[in-house]
């Protein structure tokens, strides 16, 4: 049984930075490229960021690039997400989500989601 436990959602202030952690269970986790996606209140689900099996590379959303850094610990079977400079605008639930699809830039493609953990900058 597949499981993907998020962690490390908040409260903070504009500027502020938080870390989100996914841990991964009952799966191969180095086989898989992780993603986190988010969706806000009456919005549809977007993607954030995804760090691929192998070779290892990551991609962003151009909304948090350079703000944003998702790096994995295969060996701990986690991924992270890194948030820096919080937006009130990045205001959303947070899920990580597990694929067997190399790019891993759309939802549709995920086999595997977290419950998602909410994260909610005040301006």
């Known amino acids: 049984q597949v499981q993907l436990v998020e962690s490390g959602g908040g409260l903070v202030q504009a500027g502020g930075s938080l870390r989100l952690s996914c841990a991964a269970s009952?799966?191969?986790?180095?086989?898989?490229?992780m993603g986190w996606f988010r969706q806000a209140p009456g919005k549809e689900r977007e993607f954030v960021s995804s760090t691929r099996w192998s070779p290892t590379s990551t991609s962003y959303a151009n909304t948090v690039k350079c703000r944003f850094t998702t790096s994995r610990d295969n060996a701990k079977n986690t991924v992270y997400l890194q948030m820096n400079s919080l937006k009130p605008e990045d205001t959303a639930v947070y899920s990580c989500?597990?694929?067997?699809?190399?790019?891993?830039?759309?939802?549709?493609?995920?086999?595997?989601w977290g419950q998602g953990t909410q994260v909610t900058v005040s301006s």
């Open positions: 009952g799966l191969t986790f180095s086989s898989y490229t």
């Open positions: 989500a597990a694929t067997r699809s190399w790019y891993g830039l759309s939802a549709d493609t995920y086999d595997y």
